[in-house]
């Protein structure tokens, strides 16, 4: 059973930066793709961003693209989400989520592609 846990979550001010922390017991971190996820009140989650397991590919929602950043570290089974710029529209839990894939593909914006995901980390942002 993978276990994820985020971190790195918090308050921030509009414009501020955060970076949020997806860490794993896995000990075939490298094989997985892992993807960054959120939810505000009263809405569904919401694809944020995604790394194949390499880190050869990203994708992005439009709405991130240019201020936040996806990158992983494999030796320290970690995935990082650099968020800059911040609106209070990015106020949301955001969970980390990862699948396992026999290659390096591009990986997928699809919440039900995921297996494994985390309890997530609350972003708030104020305005």
């Known amino acids: 059973q993978v276990q994820l846990v985020e971190s790195g979550g918090g308050l921030v001010q509009a414009g501020g930066s955060l970076t949020l922390s997806c860490t794993t017991s896995?000990?075939?971190?490298?094989?997985?793709?892992v993807g960054w996820f959120r939810q505000a009140p009263g809405k569904e989650r919401a694809f944020v961003a995604a790394?194949?397991?390499?880190?050869?590919?990203?994708y992005y929602t439009d709405s991130v693209k240019g201020r936040f950043t996806i990158s992983r570290d494999n030796a320290k089974k970690t995935v990082y989400l650099q968020m800059n710029s911040l609106k209070p529209e990015d106020t949301a839990v955001y969970y980390c989520?990862?699948?396992?894939?026999?290659?390096?593909?591009?990986?997928?914006?699809?919440?039900?592609?995921?297996?494994?995901w985390g309890q997530g980390t609350q972003v708030t942002v104020s305005s």
């Open positions: 790394i194949s397991r390499s880190g050869t590919y990203k």
């Open positions: 989520a990862a699948v396992v894939r026999p290659s390096d593909l591009m990986p997928s914006p699809l919440v039900n592609e995921y297996d494994y």
């Open positions: 896995g000990r075939t971190f490298s094989t997985y793709n």
